[in-house]
Structure formats: C-alpha cells, structure tokens
C-alpha cells in the first residue's frame, strides 16, 4: 500500500487584497504535496476559505454589498491566483459550503450530546455599540479594542468546549511527540504560555451577530468562527457527510504513540494560529475519538519592513505583478527560499531580484546554456555516449548527484523547504565548478582527450536532468523547460529517475530561449519606483534587508588555528581627539590587555 500524505494550508479570510504572504503557505504546500506525489504517496492537498464571522459580515456592509457576492468575488480572485501561481490543490472547501455547515452542525450536537459542550453564561466586557464581547485582555486601555468607546461588564449565554478536560492529555502530547508540533520553540511557547497556567473552557458559539453557523437546536446562538474553520480540516474529506471515504483513507491511524493514534496529516499555518491548531484542534479531535495529525507545523512571516505583509496593515505585494514581470517560479524560488522556514524573513524587491539573478540565472541558467552549447559545439547537438569512471573528479559529480534524492527525501519529510532547494543548488554549483576544473574547451583542442570531453558533457548533461526532476516540484516550469533542452518530458515521478545514468546517449539537444536574463537590479529597482507596481512593492529605505553572499567554507583545521578568549571589560573611555576610537582594558584572566 502507498504511503497517503494529507497537507493543508490554513483557511484564508476573504477580507482583503490578496498577497505575497498569503501565497506562501499554499506555495509551500503545493512543492510538498507535489513532490510527495512524484515520490509516489497517495496526496490529498486541501486549501481554501474562511468565510464566516463578525469581521467578513462587517466588512460587506460597509461596501453596501450582499456578503455571499463579496464572498465570491474574493475567492474568484483567490482561485485565479492559484491557478497563476500553478498550485494543485486536490479541494478548495469554502466553509460556506452546504456539507460543511451540516457537518459541523453535527460535531456540535454530537459533543453536545456527549456532554464536551455544555450551556453555561459567558462573562466579559461588552461593547453595545459594536455588538461584541471582549475578555479583559482584549481591552484596549480598558475600552473597546473596535471603536475605543466605553464597555461594561456583562453577561452572555453561551455553549462552551470542555477544553480543560483535554489539558493534561495535550500536555502529554506536546512533551512525549518532540516531532508532532515544529518549529520546537513553538512547543514551549504552547506549554509555558496556555498549558501549564491551566485552560479554560472555550465559548464555542456567539449570539451578537448572524453571519456563521447555526446551533441546530438553539438557532440564536452561531458557532465560533474557530471550530467552524478547524472542522474543515475533516468535512473536507467527506466526515459526516454523505460520503466519507476520503476521510476513511487520509485520516485513518497509521501509526502510535502511547495513548494518542495519528492520521499521515500534515498542517502547515503561520506561527499566530498555532495555538488553535496545536490545543483546541487535538481537543475537538480527541472528543470526537478521531485521530490526531502527524504534524503541525507553525512557520514564520513574510515581513514588509519591520511589519508583517498582511491585509489589514495594508502593507501588501502583488503576487500577480512580481509573476508577470518576473516569472512565477522567480517568486515560487523566493518565498520557497528566502525565508528560513520557521524563521521570519523579509521581503525586499532587492532580496527577490538578486535571488532571481545569482540562483535562476547564474548558477542554474548559466549551467544551461554552457552545457547545451558544448553540445552543440563539440558533438553536433546530442549528447555523447561515454565511459564512466569510479574515481577522481568526473566520478564525483555522479557521487553527488547520487546522493540528491535521498537528501531532499530527508528534508521534505522534515519540510525543510529551503534546505532540500540549497543541496539541489549545491549540485548545480558543483557543476559549474566542474565546468572550472575540467576546461572543455581545452579538452576539444586535443583529439586524444575526445572521450574525456564527452564524459565531461555527459556528466553536466545529467546532472542537469536530475537537478530538473528534482526541481520539478519546487519550479515546475523552469524544470521542464531544462527538459525540453533534451526533448523530455517532465517523469510524473521520481522512481526511476532519480539515479545518475538513466539520460541516453544520441539524446538531441535543442538550444531554446534563455531561462532566465539577467536584471540589471539598480535599474529595475529605479524603474518599479516610477510604476504604479512598486508603491505596493517598494519598502521603507532604511530597512532595506542584505543578501548576505556565504563566504567559501573553510577547512577544519583553517578554523583550528583561531584563538578565541572571552574576557571581562573592565574599562573603556573613549579616546581624545578621535571620533571613533574607544580603549578598552579586557581581564582575559591570565592576563589583562588594553585594545
Ligand atoms: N482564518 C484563519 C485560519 C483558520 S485555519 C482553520 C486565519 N486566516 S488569515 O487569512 O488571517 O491567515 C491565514 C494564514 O496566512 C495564516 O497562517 C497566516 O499566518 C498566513 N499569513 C498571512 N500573512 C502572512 C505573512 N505575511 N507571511 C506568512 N504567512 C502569513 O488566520
């Protein structure tokens, strides 16, 4: 049986502009999903909306628009970016979607029923102006955080979770499953901040607006916006619907630990949702005796500045503007790349340029063009049939290449995304250095030196089509266009391909346009300025973010040479007549030094 591999992206509010944040999740959801199905799992990618709420109610009725028409043209929009972006998702559930509203209408009368929600009366602050409860700390300045007017206290009905009742078992499975919730700092965070302090049960309805769920038996109260959204991760797949046998084959245990079973399911979300994924989504899942997900991962922000890119600081970068002018892969490589997964990164259109220039196009391009031009040049465009050697330096390339897919499976499973993107960009550096080593050009000066050239040629030539299949996930139209230089067709999947030696010699070679050109950054950078593009794209100056270029590594015993010390200042003046200079007295402990 196949390995099933179930990835989701969070569900998007419909609020605002859509934007190169938004995109990062799905972009990084789609290279998963896409290269575990190459790696021939079973995958099931789910994405979609979150369209219910005060927040989606309000902001229709202050457009003067029906809010389902509001909906639909904001998740048009989403759709064909999608499309753009080339994402392939599996499902695209809206949580106004028919089945999904019955199906949580039926988790809540099945926890109802089995006493994990209960009626009871919520208490808080209360804003009758805007109609909305808020708890102490959601105060701002003891006001309302909305509208700033004045609040009193009051009491509201309410259905509440029995989320406390789960807090020792999701105590366990945080501590005992190091692997279940990543980046592990989030773990502690969870821990320290909601876990251990003590849960209380969770309000899981409202009654102060209309646009969500209703409670079937009770019709004036409406589900919280967060169990509606949470519970698409399972209506999705059919649960409690009319036919479940998605749900059946991706969310079925696979494997145990201790007390708790787990489904092959993959959430990936920004580190800001994470406390609803990694408490209250176990608990609901718990009570309702379904397996947990394998992983839960929380990843870092896109920042614009200091800020976060997001619709309501209206910061936002066009997605659709940086594909059009750039190429989607050139964007799919940077937020694939540039933000350490886990880790916050920035976006600066400089950062997104100098990527596309020294990754895309110098190592990647460059690669390209030299290699199909030797073959044009030195073998009449098809590449050489050759001898292969077990040793030295044609050997080694082979060896490196060898090595890619076992790598890249590790750090997929790990999602460490920009990881398996740099050893595949390793590879290709390694190329261009054998390029460097063996001179072809001077090897075709020598008859007797033929059959090195033509192992030199048929090493670059395949390294290049490994490097393309092992692309194929992450760029899709980039690797087939390294394809298409040979005349192939992307393999639909890894198995089989993905050894050194399977490109046939006599394969044809066909130069086509360049991958990508090169952008003279200082201009383009100038001229965005002056379009309309870059007010959305251009970042505050003084926090324009550094490509930092890695130094070459340096041998071990380079690095054992070094005498570091750490020492206590004991004193430091600044220096007359100098604007720069301080003296310092520093006890090393064996000795004291002035610098
Ligand atoms: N609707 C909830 C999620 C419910 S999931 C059951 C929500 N929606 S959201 O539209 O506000 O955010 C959706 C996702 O987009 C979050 O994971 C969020 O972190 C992510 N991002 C929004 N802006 C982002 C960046 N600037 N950078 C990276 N991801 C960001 O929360």
């Known amino acids: ?25 799905t972009v990084v959801c789609d290279a998963l999903a896409e290269f575990k199905r190459k790696d021939g799992a079973e995958v099931f990618y789910l994405t979609g909306t979150d369209e219910h709420g005060q927040k989606i109610e309000r902001i229709a009725a202050e457009k003067g628009v029906a809010i389902k028409d509001f909906l639909d043209e904001r998740v048009g929009a989403l759709k064909a970016l999608w499309q753009k972006l080339g994402i392939k998702y599996d499902k695209f559930i809206r949580t106004t979607d028919g089945y999904h509203e019955k199906a949580v209408q039926k988790i809540f009368e099945q926890l109802y029923a089995q006493g994990d929600i209960y009626k009871s009366e919520y208490e808080g602050w ?144 920004g580190k800001e949702i994470i406390r609803f994924h990694s408490i209250v989504w176990p608990a609901l899942l718990l009570a309702l005796g379904i397996p947990l997900p394998k992983k839960v991962y929380g990843h870092g922000w896109l920042l614009f500045g200091e800020d976060k890119v997001s619709k309501s600081k209206g910061n936002t970068v066009d997605p659709v503007v940086l594909s059009d002018k750039y190429s989607v892969d050139a964007l799919r490589y940077f937020l694939l790349r540039e933000v350490p ?36 040049q030195y073998f009449g465009g098809a590449v050489p049939s050759y001898a292969a050697q077990k040793t030295g330096i044609h050997s080694e390339l082979a060896v490196q290449a060898n090595e890619l897919f ?46 090195e050239l033509a192992l030199v040629l048929y090493n670059l030539a395949e390294t290049l089509r490994i490097s393309a299949l092992a692309l194929s996930p992450f760029l899709p139209d980039t690797a087939q266009r390294i394809f298409d230089t040979f005349g192939l067709k992307a393999p639909k999947f890894f198995a089989k391909n993905d050894k050194f030696g399977v490109l046939k010699p006599g394969t044809s070679v066909v130069i086509g346009e360049k991958l990508y050109d090169r952008i ?8 965005l300025d002056t379009e309309n593009a870059a007010k959305e794209v251009k970042p505050a100056p003084k926090k324009e973010a550094k490509v930092i270029e890695n130094k070459p590594e340096i041998a071990f015993g380079d690095f054992a040479k070094c005498d570091f010390r750490i020492g206590v200042v004991k004193a430091c003046e600044k220096v007359a007549k100098s604007d720069k200079l301080l003296k310092f007295n520093i006890d090393f402990g064996t000795e004291e030094r002035v610098i």
């Open 1 to 25: 049986m196949s390995e099933k591999y179930f990835i989701t992206t969070p569900r998007y509010y419909p609020s605002g502009k859509w934007h190169i944040g938004t995109c990062y999740t």
């Open 520 to 527: 003279d950054i200082d201009k383009e950078l100038a001229l």
């Open 406 to 451: 076992p790598k890249l499976r590790e750090y997929i499973d790990k999602l460490l995304v920009p990881e398996a993107l740099n050893e595949i960009f390793k590879l290709l550096s390694r190329a261009n250095k054998y390029i460097d080593e063996t001179t072809p050009w001077l090897l075709a000066k020598d008859p007797a030196k033929r059959d």
């Open 126 to 269: 209360y804003c009758t102006p805007c109609e909305s409860f808020w708890t102490e700390s959601q105060l701002k300045d003891g006001k309302c955080p909305d509208c700033g007017r004045a609040v009193e206290k009051a009491k509201e009905e309410s259905y509440f979770f029995r989320l406390s009742k789960y807090q020792d078992k999701i105590i366990n499975l945080i501590k005992e499953n190091p692997e279940w919730l990543l980046p592990v700092p989030r773990q502690n965070e969870m821990l320290n901040n909601f876990l251990l302090p003590g849960l209380t049960d969770l309000s899981v309805t409202r009654t102060s607006f209309k646009w969500g769920i209703e409670v079937p038996f009770d019709k004036k109260h409406i589900v919280y916006v967060w169990v509606d959204a949470l519970a698409n991760y399972i209506t999705a797949l059919g649960y409690k619907g009319e036919d479940d046998l998605d749900f059946k084959k991706y969310w079925a245990a696979t494997e145990t630990h201790g007390e708790f079973a787990f489904a092959p399911v993959v959430h990936l979300m």
């Open 341 to 376: 997964f886990g880790s916050d990164g920035e976006y600066t259109n400089r950062a997104f340029l100098t990527r596309r220039n020294a990754d895309l196009c110098n190592t990647l391009g460059n690669l390209l063009s030299r290699t199909a031009a030797m073959l044009m």
